[in-house]
Structures are given as structure tokens and as C-alpha cells.
């Protein structure tokens, strides 16, 4: 898992080494802040479609291919990001690589889940996803400071170059975790087409048998993953330019910017991770969202750089907090044999969002002002937290018997 982490730190750094760019990318094609959000649409839509197939896979074919398959999609992808000579043609190269990567987080996600002891499972996922918070501190920073002295071409190869090690070392060090045991439902389905689902009624009962017991746990933590990412999605094409436009910012400058988002999210990720684990999943999920939404409201409310900033850094806690938790309160309530699919939902949730908030943005971004944006960014995450308090985050798989949101003496005693 010490090595994953760092797979995933070198994958996060060759791609956020570019995300600022972008916008200086469409600039150059004659584009502008609508061709930026049709190319995040187009990622998040094919990865939406992708992600619940590749989820599966991960639990029938196991978690190293579709580790390994992603982590070369992302360096193809960045290779096309260099040679693409019309925005339609980065749009479409982005809407590609959305399908070819969406397993990448299921099939990471599974392996730890293999691995860790279901009491340190968000410790855990926390420790690896800092790895990828590493690479979103080390990677924009860069990325701007490449760009500002030697250009776009140079600041590319740079992120295929470090694309490539990172799935040269997945490819050396990570290893098949999946278990090799077959439920009697997998069973019954490989021995051939007459045990195939029949009708509708047959399909819903057969896919149902994939997921928790507790649909209404399901679903207000899919939601909740929706959310966070639709926020993030729906501000991300407008404040590119925003930063660039109105603020007067370098790219270096939104480069730094995002690095600190990667610093205080790094930090948090692996000093708070096992945090959940302790004090339960809902808390540490709510206060995850408190902080995340300062972002949002640092841009609304002031254009000083150190101002927002620091509303970036509190954002970047908070979403150390509340994703490992997230995640640790579905492998939770998972069955064993469909962790890495219910992952893949997760993902879809999420993609979803990335869906409907650059729509939005191609829609509204011409006549609504960029502090309005920003303000309905942070509306809809304090929402979501609050609405939170009245829905339940957690149930029992069945024959399974976790701690619901009181936290367990032993793990606290221990720790």
C-alpha cells in the first residue's frame, strides 16, 4: 500500500501538472471558459458511463489490471493533450481518456481494501490517497512554472514523463490482492446463459444482491460524493479564467494556489486519516464539508491572493477529512465480494456531478458573475452537510457487525 501511495502521488502530479493550463490551452485554440467545461464534461460523462463496468472488472479480473490499464491511459492521454490541434479535438481526447481511466480509483480503493483491517480501513485510504495529495501539492507548481519559462510543450512532457514512472513502478511493485473466492451468485452466473436474469424484475434482484442491505445508506453517501464533486465542477472552468482574467494571476500563481490546497489536504491525510475510524464516519464527514466549502466562499468574498489562499488551505483539510471517511463508511455497509463495484458507484456518483457542473457553467457562465458561481458552489456543500444530520450514513452488511457512529472502545483504547 506504502507503494500505491506513491504510484498515486506520481499519477496525481503528471495530471494536475497540466489542469491549470488548460485554460491557456483553449485560450491559444481561439476558445474559452464553454470549450473548457464541454472538455470536463466530456471526461466526467464518459467516466460516468465507464466507471461501474470497470468497478466491476476489478472485482471479477482483479484490481492490478485495472490499475495498470488506467495509469497507461492517463500517459496516452497527455501524449494526445500535446499533439491536439483544435479545442474539438482536446475535447474529444479528453472524453476518451474519462472512459480508459474511470478504474483507476475503484481498482486502488479495492486493493486497500483487500489489504487493511477493516478497523484501519480509513487510516488507510487516507494514507494512500495522500499520496495523491502529494502529487496535487508538487504538480500545479510546477506545471505553472514550467509553463511560464519554456511553454506548453515542455511543461506536457513533463507530465508524460512522470505518467510513464508511474506505471512503470505500478507495473514492478503492485500486485494482484483480489481473493479468489467465488460467492454462490458468481457461481451460479458462470455456468452458463440459462442462469442469466430472465426479466426485469430478475436483473433488479440479481444487481440488488450487489449492494448493501441499507439502500437509504447507499444513497445519501452516493449523494453525498455527487455533491462535492458537482461543486468543485461547476466553479472549476470559471474560476480558471477568473484567475487569470479578473484576478491577474500568473500561472504559476494558480498553480501555487492549488499546491496549497495539496499541502494542507497531504498533511491532514496522513496526521487525520484514521480519524473516522475513531470518532465515527457522520462527524468527521460533516466538518470535512464545513471546511471544503471555504474555498468557495474566499473566492466570493475577497481578490486579495493571501486571503484566499488561506480559504484554499482550510478547503484542503477538509477534504482530507471527509473523503477517506466517505469511502471508509461504504466499504463498511459493502458486501465483501462487491467492494470494488460499489467504489465504481462511487465514482459514477461523482462523475455525475462533474456532468451537471460544467453544464451548468456552459450555460450560465456568460451572464452570471463569478462570485455568484462561487457563492452556489458553497451553498450546495453547506446544504448537503446539514441535510446529513437527519439521513443515515451507516448500516451492517449482512452477517457483519460494525460500529455505527459511536466509536468503538477497543479501536479508541488502542489507538
Known amino acids: 500500500m506504502v507503494v500505491l501511495s506513491i504510484c498515486m502521488a506520481l499519477q496525481m502530479t503528471s495530471y494536475v501538472m497540466i489542469v491549470p493550463l488548460f485554460a491557456r490551452r483553449f485560450s491559444e485554440l481561439g476558445a474559452g471558459v464553454a470549450a473548457l467545461g464541454e472538455s470536463s464534461m466530456a471526461y466526467a460523462l464518459a467516466g460516468t458511463v465507464a466507471a461501474p463496468f470497470l468497478g466491476a472488472l476489478a472485482d471479477r479480473l482483479g484490481r492490478r489490471r485495472l490499475v495498470l490499464v488506467s495509469l497507461a491511459a492517463f500517459a496516452a492521454a497527455f501524449a494526445g493533450y500535446l499533439t491536439a490541434s483544435s479545442a474539438l479535438a ?80 505500478a507495473f514492478v511493485a503492485v500486485p494482484e490482492t483480489r481473493r479468489q473466492t467465488v460467492s454462490p451468485d458468481e457461481a451460479a452466473a458462470r455456468k452458463g446463459p440459462q442462469s442469466a436474469p430472465r426479466d426485469i424484475k430478475s436483473a433488479w434482484r440479481s444487481f440488488r444482491e450487489t449492494l448493501p442491505a441499507s439502500l437509504s445508506a447507499t444513497a445519501a453517501l452516493l449523494w453525498l460524493s455527487l455533491v462535492v464533486i458537482f461543486a468543485w465542477a461547476f466553479i472549476e472552468p470559471r474560476f480558471m479564467f477568473y484567475a487569470y482574467d479578473n484576478l491577474g494571476w500568473s500561472a504559476s500563481m494558480l498553480g501555487l494556489m492549488m499546491s496549497i490546497y495539496g499541502v494542507a489536504m497531504t498533511l491532514a491525510e496522513f496526521g487525520l486519516g484514521r480519524l473516522s475510524d475513531r470518532l465515527g464516519r457522520k462527524p468527521v464527514i460533516l466538518l470535512g464539508l464545513a471546511l471544503f466549502s471555504a474555498q468557495f466562499i474566499g473566492l466570493a468574498a475577497s481578490a486579495n491572493y493571501v486571503l484566499i489562499a488561506t480559504a484554499f488551505a482550510v478547503a484542503g483539510l477538509g477534504n482530507a477529512l471527509y473523503d477517506p471517511a466517505l469511502s471508509a463508511a461504504l466499504l463498511d455497509i459493502a458486501p465483501a465480494q462487491h467492494q470494488a463495484r460499489l467504489l465504481g458507484l462511487k465514482s459514477t456518483a461523482g462523475s455525475l456531478g462533474n456532468i451537471l457542473g460544467p453544464a451548468l457553467i456552459v450555460l450560465f457562465s456568460s451572464f452570471v458573475d463569478a462570485r455568484v458561481i462561487f457563492w452556489g458552489a458553497a ?16 448500516a451492517p452488511a449482512p452477517g457483519l457487525s460494525l460500529p455505527s457512529e459511536t466509536p468503538r472502545e477497543d479501536i479508541v483504547g488502542s489507538a
Open 379 to 394: 451553498a450546495a456543500v453547506l446544504l448537503t452537510g446539514l441535510a446529513t444530520f437527519a439521513w443515515p450514513l451507516s
Open 90 to 169: 482536446f475535447i474529444l481526447l479528453r472524453g476518451l481518456a474519462g472512459a480508459l481511466t474511470a478504474g483507476l480509483v475503484p481498482g486502488v480503493i479495492g486493493i486497500v481494501a483487500d489489504l487493511a483491517p477493516r478497523e484501519r480501513r480509513a487510516q488507510w485510504i487516507g494514507i494512500v490517497n495522500g499520496g495523491a495529495s502529494v502529487g496535487w501539492m508538487a504538480g500545479p507548481v510546477l506545471g505553472g512554472a514550467l509553463y511560464d519559462r519554456w511553454g506548453y510543450a515542455v511543461a506536457l512532457a513533463a507530465s508524460i514523463f512522470t505518467a510513464l514512472v508511474a506505471f512503470a513502478m
